[in-house]
């Protein structure tokens, strides 16, 4: 999505990112010259083979036939065949599209026409936008497809290209990027000679389609289009060298040794980043820096887990009574009663237009519920009894994941619920936002005078709508409210002269009264029906955390959120997964995709699966997981640097670089999450090599993590876990012990808050012939197990559910009494300081 500040068009990809280029245009010639602006290093970036060999990334077998197949061959529209929706929505535009395939690259070099690769994902806004305005448009298919080889590309399918790209876009135009991204490359080498984002379609067509008139400020597409073709036609060799320059300076920039030297990762690292965040607070509307504002679910995780990572009022006085846990609660505070937060149906859209939360862009990303259900969890754990409505926000959110667009029916979880849908007054017509916002009369006239007053009042209904036309660029929302908490329940009180209890009961059937009326009278945006495994992983770990820390107070909901976790996670196993070469398909529909899984895809669902492995004591989820991680190890690690490479080592044909990250993007990055792996695992298992590897990494980021901390938020738990040891809590069931007993511990040490703490249980007398076996795979692990279970197997009488917290290769006294459990661990937490 093409994001701008204001005008809801421009927005750096990481809203903590800093520039490392400046981009100096060549007179006369098409490309960039880029200069290093500082050394700090992001990214470490390795030369892929040119090799025209077919793709690892399909099953394809390389072919190289004596004629080409496209000789002769009109250029048409491939993407009816598509596996992908949003490439298959594409597929009746006039534009030639192509997919990115060994044929199609190797006909732009036989024709040797420039590619134009558009890059984009299905809930993308303004990508619908360009595709209205130019793709549909004849005027614009017919330079394309005369000049230009189009290829359209899902990022979501290829996140490795689309980062590549990324990188260079965001160099050439000084540290900004988004979608979609229009990148234009030099046929046979793949080198990028220009790119850019949104550009407008033809003004005479856009104007009289739409009725606008303002014209947009810049170029048209046409425009660019038509300059890329005659410099091309006129200076190729400048435009090659140009792409060649480019890619040599960001390899150069990148490939540079990145490890820590003799500056160590203390941490006091979390200090800076804690001094960063607090310095970039919104007080009045949490979050942090300006708009558009992201919720950032990774950086507020970190913050209400910093109480107990650092004493942070014990390390730095700030002068005041603001801490990291309040700055990350009060900004999910603010979100859950935000607009972007759907006040009558359930989950969070992806980002705020504005610096109050108030108008979102309305797509529904999976990645972003996951993330947002551990935050909430995560704030409820903290303060149970003061962060109620994290709660609310948890049960919210996992409704939407259990029981909403984005649910499988076989199990697992769609991508994306769109921004876009049919207009209310113009079944002809997509808006975006449509079936979110109401008017005015369309309120009153489902609610009625009395309870629309109250409804009005409590979610900012006004007369002429709610939205600052400045933000409305396209006057999609002209007299359309976005509902949000404006009025709480204790002024509705005052105002209204009503208890707070009729008026939680009002507002509940206003509620499902607006829900059915949406339901029934407007059409729900698309979806996109992708299963990635990268974002069930993140889902899976979501709900199984927040079904375990619920089950003690609602064993209903508990129950059916790690189910759903399960079944996802057999989804996958059995759709997307190779028992026999442990290997995992990145995309699921209506059948396995040919890409294999990137290292976010084995990274986050590792990740999952310790998490449903502790919320169900399952250990085939542990296993599965460490077969998992080994092949990841195998095909992603830098045997040279360390860390893990983002495309595995078998599958980097035509790519230009090889990108390894540790900063976190919207989501945290997939060494961060293997790190934090690498550290579960060794813990569990009692792996030293694990834990070598979980250093190496922290140390191959380290300048960056030291310089950027604030960057590297997914990472700085891991660089605590380091210095400190990570814990394992087991909890050993002894052979006489009854359900209840099982079941009150078990809610203890899942009722608060345990960062850098893995849990573990062990049954001295196994409940079947399966259990015995995958325990005893379990035992033979960790020579720790198998002393506690030689001890207990030794008792004549053994009732209790017996907890030792270990750490280091060492283990506490033995607990069996749940306040003495309680006393223990919210010592460990640091609850009693909160």
């Not at 098409?30 to 990334?57: E, F, W």
Request: proline share 5%; aromatic share 10%; glycine share 6%.
């Amino acid at each position: 999505m093409l994001l701008r500040p204001v005008l809801r068009r421009s927005v750096n990809v990481s809203p903590f990112s800093r520039t490392a280029f400046v981009c100096a245009p060549h007179s006369g010639r098409l490309g960039v010259h880029l200069r290093p602006m500082y050394s700090a290093r992001p990214l470490l970036v390795t030369r892929s083979s040119t090799s025209s060999s077919s793709s690892n990334y399909t099953d394809q077998k390389p072919h190289t036939p004596e004629k080409p197949p496209f000789i002769g061959m009109p250029l048409v529209n491939t993407l009816a065949t598509a596996q992908s929706p949003y490439l298959r929505a594409h597929k009746d535009n006039p534009v030639a599209w192509q997919q990115w395939t060994e044929s199609t690259l190797a006909r732009a070099s036989h024709e040797n026409k420039p590619i134009f690769l558009s890059i984009g994902y299905h809930t993308c806004h303004w990508c619908h936008v360009m595709n209205d305005e130019s793709f549909s448009s004849e005027q614009i298919a017919a330079v394309l497809n005369e000049h230009f080889i189009p290829i359209k590309l899902d990022r979501e399918e290829r996140p490795d290209v689309d980062s590549v790209y990324m990188l260079y876009l965001q160099a050439m135009s000084g540290g900004r990027g988004g979608w979609p991204l229009n990148v234009f490359l030099a046929p046979g080498t793949l080198d990028p000679i220009f790119g850019g984002t949104y550009w407008p379609g033809p003004w005479d067509e856009v104007s009289s389609k739409t009725g606008r008139t303002t014209k947009p400020q810049g170029p048209e597409f046409k425009d660019v289009l038509l300059r890329i073709q005659e410099l091309w036609t006129q200076q190729e060799d400048k435009c090659r060298r140009a792409g060649a320059d480019a890619v040599r300076q960001l390899r150069d920039w990148t490939t540079a040794k990145n490890k820590a030297d003799s500056s160590p990762l203390l941490q006091g690292i979390l200090c800076d980043a804690y001094e960063y965040f607090v310095d970039r607070y919104d007080s009045v509307h949490g979050g942090f820096g300006e708009a558009p504002k992201f919720p950032q679910p990774t950086i507020l995780s970190l913050l209400i887990r910093m109480h107990r990572y650092m004493r942070i009022k014990e390390k730095i006085n700030l002068g005041d009574d603001r801490n990291a846990a309040d700055m990350a609660i009060t900004t999910l505070k603010k979100i859950a009663r935000s607009g972007i937060h759907d006040q009558i149906g359930n989950g969070f859209a992806r980002y705020s237009v504005t610096a109050d939360w108030s108008l979102p862009h309305f797509e529904k990303m999976l990645y972003d519920q996951a993330m947002l259900l551990n935050a909430y969890i995560d704030a409820w754990l903290y303060n149970r009894e003061a962060n109620n409505f994290a709660l609310d926000a948890v049960r919210d959110i996992a409704t939407y994941l259990t029981n909403g667009p984005l649910t499988h029916l076989l199990g697992g979880f769609y991508s994306a619920e769109d921004a876009d849908s049919i207009a209310p007054d113009n079944p002809l017509t997509k808006r975006e936002g449509a079936y979110y916002v109401w008017t005015y009369d369309e309120f009153f006239k489902v609610l009625g005078r009395v309870s629309g007053d109250i409804a009005a009042a409590h979610w900012n209904v006004c007369e002429y709508g709610n939205v600052d036309p400045q933000f409305d660029l396209h006057h999609e929302l002209n007299g359309q409210n976005v509902l949000a908490v404006k009025m709480e329940l204790p002024e509705l009180s005052g105002v209204f002269g009503k208890s707070i209890e009729s008026l939680e009961e009002l507002l509940a059937e206003c509620r499902d009264k607006l829900r059915e009326n949406r339901e029934s009278t407007r059409t729900r945006p698309s979806v996109d029906t992708k299963i990635v495994a990268c974002w069930n992983g993140l889902a899976i770990g979501a709900l199984a955390r927040s079904g375990a820390a619920v089950s003690d107070l609602d064993p209903d909901s508990g129950t059916q959120w790690i189910e759903a976790a399960e079944s996802a996670a057999e989804f996958i196993k059995t759709n997307m997964y190779d028992e026999t070469t442990h290997r995992l398909r990145r995309v699921y529909l209506d059948g396995a995709g040919a890409i294999h899984g990137m290292c976010d895809d084995y990274a986050y669902l590792v990740a999952g699966l310790l998490d449903l492995y502790e919320a169900t004591f399952d250990p085939g989820y542990l296993i599965w997981a460490r077969n998992l991680q080994e092949t990841q190890n195998s095909l992603f690690w830098d045997e040279t640097e360390s860390g893990y490479f983002s495309a595995g080592s078998d599958a980097t044909d035509h790519l230009i670089l090889r990108i390894k990250s540790g900063a976190d993007t919207v989501e945290p990055s997939a060494n961060a999450v293997s790190v934090s792996n690498l550290l579960r695992f060794s813990t569990m298992l009692g792996d030293e090599h694990l834990e070598g590897m979980a250093i190496r990494t922290l140390d191959s980021f380290g300048k960056d993590i030291i310089t950027q901390p604030f960057a590297y938020c997914g990472m700085l738990p891991a660089v605590v876990a380091a210095t400190e040891g990570m814990r394992t809590i087991v909890l050993v069931v002894g052979k006489d012990a009854n359900e209840d007993a099982i079941r009150d511990m078990t809610a203890g040490v899942r009722s608060v808050l345990l960062p850098n703490t893995t849990v573990v249980q062990l049954r001295v007398m196994p409940r079947d012939e399966n259990e015995g076996r995958l325990q005893g795979w379990l035992v033979q692990q960790n020579d720790i197990y198998k002393t506690i279970i030689v001890a207990h197997e030794a008792k004549e009488y053994d009732p209790d559910v017996t907890i030792y917290i270990c750490q280091r290769k060492e283990c506490g006294l033995p607990i069996t009494g749940k306040d003495d459990l309680m006393e223990v661990l919210e010592r460990e937490s640091g609850t009693e300081e909160s």
